[in-house]
């Protein structure tokens, strides 16, 4: 059963509850109304009879004269002399009574309430009202007198109404049964839209599909807004999803690929060490050769040399996915507060070590005096390092530098550099796993993951990065990061 059909029943029905409750209220009071009427005229005619003109020493004068006037049509009148027979069978009656042949009933003599008492009754297709009234003298019950107004054409006015009622009940509830139908079904029409695009949804994967709005700002309205939202909120995780797995291939392919060839070089380098050093037939492929001792040390020399640097990349590649790893994995470093100051200075000491062509500069780094941070110091030093790494492999000559600056309440550390740059194309990339600019790529070593995992600590430490950067003036990177308030407990430091 559709939902349109169960709102349209329980709509019927509650109508028709109302409907029922309505007519019988207007049957009752309509009923009571005619039933107090009828009663007042009966009540007044039974009043104009002079009962005491009935009655005499011998009970109920059977043969006097009844009241005249009376509509012999509507009323008629029932004399019963208990003072001539307790049983109730001395009765007089007006004409119209004999000649309809009706008789009311007669209670019995010890029966009679001494009270007048109305009831209803029924002989020949015809219906009375009757007022019974007792007639006592000193005390003692001589007889009935019992009124009876004719209630035919009311009776016929009332069952009219009560036709009329369920007539009228019944032609409304059919009629607003149709218009329930009529109206539910425009009103869930959205809802019909909603289940189509969502089975078209489901058939075809379409979450640019959208449910149109219609102008009344009701509930089907705000219902179509908020799936519009969420299919909005679906299509953006499924493009994120998509965009999120081709980018774990591209890693998995580009760690792979980057895996692979330090494990060719050192493998090839292992094939020439066995051919040089194993004893005749225990090389596979061994051939004679004419090859001093000497020349078989310097090859042994190189191919260790060149098994050592490939190891060595290697293992920085490993540590390099493993950080991502934690990344990925929702990693949370442990923060202290600590003198930024000491950081960088230990970072630029460092620094001094690393391989290098160009000139490495150092401040000014005023700007961190006094200055604390929240962070993590083994992160915070990786991150330094990876820029300055950067700084001295893409700058064959000339200086790299680092220096501080603050603005407001964030201080800033900055890696400036006069090497190759990059184009601008590029910029918005560097962050990206596995990405280097084309114009740097095949000419300088690395894993393409530095610079990821410096924007991922940055973002741990609620900082960020700039980057500023020209093809041939060099680049400039500054981690910026919020200032915090120098522990009470701290030592200054200088």
């Given at each position: 059963?559709?939902?349109?059909?169960?709102?349209?029943?329980?709509?019927?029905?509650?109508?028709?509850?109302?409907?029922?409750?309505?007519?019988?209220?207007?049957?009752?009071?309509?009923?009571?109304?005619?039933?107090?009427?009828?009663?007042?005229?009966?009540?007044?005619?039974?009043?104009?009879?002079?009962?005491?003109?009935?009655?005499?020493?011998?009970?109920?004068?059977?043969?006097?004269?009844?009241?005249?006037?009376?509509?012999?049509s509507i009323y008629g009148i029932q004399l019963v002399n208990f003072a001539q027979?307790?049983?109730?069978?001395?009765?007089?009656?007006?004409?119209?009574?004999?000649?309809?042949?009706?008789?009311?009933?007669?209670?019995?003599?010890?029966?009679?309430?001494?009270?007048?008492?109305?009831?209803?009754?029924?002989?020949?297709?015809?219906?009375?009202?009757?007022?019974?009234?007792?007639?006592?003298?000193?005390?003692?019950?001589?007889?009935?007198?019992?009124?009876?107004?004719?209630?035919?054409?009311?009776?016929?006015?009332?069952?009219?109404?009560?036709?009329?009622?369920?007539?009228?009940?019944?032609?409304?509830?059919?009629?607003?049964?149709?218009?329930?139908?009529?109206?539910?079904?425009?009103?869930?029409?959205?809802?019909?839209?909603?289940?189509?695009?969502?089975?078209?949804?489901?058939?075809?994967?379409?979450?640019?599909?959208?449910?149109?709005?219609?102008?009344?700002?009701?509930?089907?309205?705000?219902?179509?807004?908020?799936?519009?939202?969420?299919?909005?909120?679906?299509?953006?995780?499924?493009?994120?999803?998509?965009?999120?797995?081709?980018?774990q291939r591209r890693f998995v392919s580009d760690a792979s690929h980057e895996l692979?060839?330090?494990?060719?070089?050192?493998?090839?380098?292992?094939?020439?060490?066995?051919?040089?050093?194993?004893?005749?037939?225990?090389?596979?492929?061994?051939?004679?050769?004419?090859?001093?001792?000497?020349?078989?040390?310097?090859?042994?020399?190189?191919?260790?040399?060149?098994?050592?640097?490939?190891?060595?990349?290697?293992?920085?590649?490993?540590?390099?996915?493993?950080?991502?790893?934690?990344?990925?994995?929702?990693?949370?470093?442990?923060?202290?507060?600590?003198?930024?100051?000491?950081?960088?200075?230990?970072?630029?000491?460092?620094?001094?070590?690393?391989?290098?062509?160009?000139?490495?500069?150092?401040?000014?780094?005023?700007?961190?005096?006094?200055?604390?941070?929240?962070?993590?110091?083994?992160?915070?030093?990786?991150?330094?390092?990876?820029?300055?790494?950067?700084?001295?492999?893409?700058?064959?000559?000339?200086?790299?530098?680092?220096?501080?600056?603050?603005?407001?309440?964030?201080?800033?550390?900055?890696?400036?550099?006069?090497?190759?740059?990059?184009?601008?194309?590029?910029?918005?990339?560097?962050?990206?796993?596995?990405?280097?600019?084309?114009?740097?790529?095949?000419?300088?070593?690395?894993?393409?993951?530095?610079?990821?995992?410096?924007?991922?600590?940055?973002?741990?430490?609620?900082?960020?990065?700039?980057?500023?950067?020209?093809?041939?003036?060099?680049?400039?990177?500054?981690?910026?990061?919020?200032?915090?308030?120098?522990?009470?407990?701290?030592?200054?430091?200088?």
């Amino acid at each position: 059963m559709s939902i349109r059909l169960r709102l349209t029943l329980w709509y019927s029905g509650l109508l028709a509850a109302a409907l029922v409750a309505f007519g019988v209220a207007i049957y009752g009071v309509v009923y009571k109304i005619t039933m107090s009427s009828l009663r007042n005229d009966l009540n007044q005619v039974a009043y104009r009879v002079d009962v005491n003109a009935l009655m005499s020493s011998n009970g109920i004068n059977l043969n006097a004269n009844l009241p005249q006037g009376f509509d012999a049509s509507i009323y008629g009148i029932q004399l019963v002399n208990f003072a001539q027979d307790r049983n109730g069978r001395s009765i007089e009656k007006t004409p119209n009574l004999y000649r309809l042949d009706i008789t009311f009933p007669v209670p019995k003599y010890n029966q009679v309430e001494p009270q007048d008492r109305y009831f209803s009754y029924k002989a020949g297709g015809a219906s009375f009202l009757v007022i019974e009234r007792p007639l006592i003298a000193n005390h003692t019950l001589l007889g009935l007198l019992q009124v009876a107004m004719y209630t035919g054409r009311e009776q016929q006015l009332l069952l009219q109404l009560q036709t009329i009622l369920w007539m009228t009940g019944l032609l409304g509830l059919l009629t607003a049964f149709l218009l329930g139908m009529f109206l539910s079904r425009k009103a869930l029409r959205p809802i019909g839209r909603v289940t189509a695009a969502a089975e078209q949804i489901q058939s075809g994967m379409e979450l640019g599909l959208r449910i149109p709005r219609e102008k009344p700002n009701d509930e089907i309205g705000r219902l179509t807004d908020t799936l519009n939202g969420m299919l909005a909120r679906i299509e953006k995780a499924y493009k994120e999803l998509e965009e999120s797995n081709a980018a774990q291939r591209r890693f998995v392919s580009d760690a792979s690929h980057e895996l692979r060839t330090p494990l060719t070089t050192i493998r090839g380098n292992v094939d020439l060490l066995q051919k040089i050093w194993l004893p005749d037939g225990e090389a596979e492929g061994r051939r004679e050769s004419a090859v001093s001792p000497d020349d078989c040390h310097q090859m042994s020399v190189e191919a260790v040399r060149d098994i050592s640097d490939e190891a060595r990349r290697m293992s920085a590649l490993v540590n390099d996915l493993l950080s991502l790893a934690r990344a990925d994995t929702g990693y949370r470093m442990d923060m202290e507060p600590l003198p930024l100051r000491q950081v960088a200075e230990e970072a630029a000491r460092r620094a001094q070590f690393l391989p290098r062509k160009a000139e490495w500069i150092i401040g000014p780094l005023e700007a961190l005096d006094k200055v604390w941070v929240l962070g993590s110091r083994d992160y915070l030093l990786q991150l330094l390092f990876i820029l300055i790494e950067n700084g001295f492999k893409y700058t064959p000559a000339g200086e790299v530098r680092l220096y501080a600056s603050r603005l407001g309440d964030m201080v800033g550390l900055t890696v400036e550099d006069t090497g190759i740059g990059m184009n601008p194309e590029d910029v918005p990339h560097i962050f990206e796993r596995f990405y280097r600019a084309d114009r740097s790529r095949g000419q300088t070593s690395g894993t393409g993951l530095g610079l990821s995992i410096a924007k991922w600590i940055s973002d741990m430490h609620k900082g960020r990065l700039e980057v500023e950067s020209m093809p041939g003036r060099g680049s400039k990177f500054t981690f910026w990061l919020p200032v915090r308030s120098q522990p009470v407990a701290a030592p200054e430091v200088s």
